[in-house]
């Protein structure tokens, strides 16, 4: 599909629009929605096809949990919790499966305390076997397990499609295979967006959520080297040991997990894939997103997943011959692995806001980044976060410019 209108009929691109998005991942199509919730006239523009393989939001499964080490992260979690069953109830359909959640790691790891506390998960005492799954995971000597209720998995590309099927329903133009090569401020302030094949569109604020590509629009634009990195990683489905498939289900409350140390291991239940489990290592090597080595890394990704389950769930995972399928990805790292959500600054002010950086554990906050970047955009200020107690302090570009330090990260964020 090369366009769609929007619900008026109106063709694509036509006029001048109130936002302009650009990348229709699961930021930019979240904004997009927040934005023509409000009445705006939004153009969400996409430089691949929309729904595509080559970015970060694409695929069959993501998780949401509030344990974080960062203690900025949860209030955005839980903002964006309800901000998902908002969307769902609106659209008529679900995308987000509940699940408990389960975290592991050493009981002196600092980032694995922390998670814990700003989580409010509840640690399961030592030498306690009552808890649930204390038969599927053996705990290392040393470490600690700790429960939570806040978790769950969302079918990622349906998500996107959700979201981005609402926003059209609200008004917005949608244009896929549109690629924005310059943003300019015009005399009389407004914004316009170049594309590849010549095309300009006028806006009075602009939305920038391109993924993978955010460094390299950014210079182009403003010359501002932001320090995002591309980096390849890889998915993994492992096979669930005969006997055991249903115990693995979230339709026997099996939780999401996050396993804490080296490797940082996730997973979610098995459910994309009868008979199959997710579990991956968080990383991977870094990339030129417009000229990837599809197979990089393959081995250094599976196998220390492959020795991890090993440890922990032999009886129940399998690892003979690899993973089952593999499933290429990208993160966009910063150098502290916190986001960017941000006005770009400059002379182009409090009109371009740019959303990028999620470090490969962004999509869960998907609703509350896009309804925070469309405050930003609109409004000069995001109410709604500081009403949900998020901090976007840490988020700032200047942290990069005021601290040649920011480099370091405070702990494992994982997916």
Not at 4 to 22: L, T
Not at 215 to 238: A, E
Not at 267 to 283: C, N, Q, V
Not at 382 to 387: D, F, L, P
Request: net charge negative; hydrophobic share 40%; glycine share 12%.
């Amino acid at each position: 599909m090369a366009a769609a209108s929007n619900s008026n009929g109106e063709a694509p691109g036509a006029g001048r629009f109130d936002v302009i998005v650009i990348g229709a991942g699961i930021m930019g199509s979240c904004a997009a929605y927040a934005a023509s919730s409000r009445g705006a006239r939004v153009l969400l523009l996409e430089q691949f096809d929309l729904l595509h393989h080559r970015g970060s939001s694409h695929g069959e499964s993501r998780t949401i949990r509030a344990t974080y080490p960062q203690p900025h992260y949860p209030p955005m979690v839980r903002l964006s919790r309800r901000l998902w069953e908002e969307a769902q109830a609106e659209a008529g359909y679900r995308v987000l499966t509940p699940t408990p959640h389960l975290d592991l790691g050493p009981r002196d790891d600092p980032a694995f305390r922390d998670a814990v506390r700003n989580g409010g998960a509840a640690e399961v005492a030592a030498g306690d076997t009552s808890w649930p799954w204390a038969g599927v995971f053996r705990v290392p000597e040393g470490w600690a397990a700790a429960t939570s209720e806040l978790g769950g998995v969302m079918k990622a590309t349906k998500a996107v499609a959700m979201f981005q099927a609402l926003a059209v329903k609200k008004g917005a133009v949608v244009r896929d295979r549109t690629e924005v090569v310059g943003i300019a401020k015009r005399g009389d302030g407004s914004i316009v967006v170049r594309t590849a094949s010549g095309e300009e569109f006028h806006g009075a604020k602009c939305i920038v959520t391109v993924g993978a590509w955010t460094s390299k629009l950014v210079k182009s634009v403003t010359g501002m080297d932001l320090p995002v990195q591309p980096v390849h990683t890889l998915i993994c489905y492992w096979k669930v040991r005969p006997g055991h498939e249903s115990e693995l289900t979230p339709e026997s409350s099996f939780p999401t997990f996050a396993s804490y140390g080296d490797p940082y291991i996730y997973s979610t239940p098995s459910m994309e894939f009868p008979g199959l489990i997710k579990i991956a290592k968080h990383g991977g090597a870094p990339c030129d997103p417009d000229g990837r080595d599809w197979a990089a890394g393959a081995a250094g990704l599976a196998e220390p997943v492959a020795r991890w389950i090993d440890a922990v769930m032999p009886e129940h995972v399998d690892t003979a011959g690899g993973p089952v399928v593999r499933q290429a990805c990208m993160y966009s790292v910063t150098p502290d692995e916190d986001f960017v959500v941000d006005f770009l600054g400059g002379e182009f002010g409090r009109d371009v806001v740019v959303g990028g950086g999620f470090s490969g554990h962004g999509f869960k906050m998907g609703p509350a980044v896009g309804r925070i970047l469309a405050e930003m955009a609109m409004d000069g200020e995001a109410r709604t976060a500081a009403e949900a107690g998020v901090d976007l302090r840490p988020l700032r570009i200047d942290r990069f410019v005021d601290n040649p330090k920011a480099g370091e990260p405070q702990g494992s964020c994982g997916s």
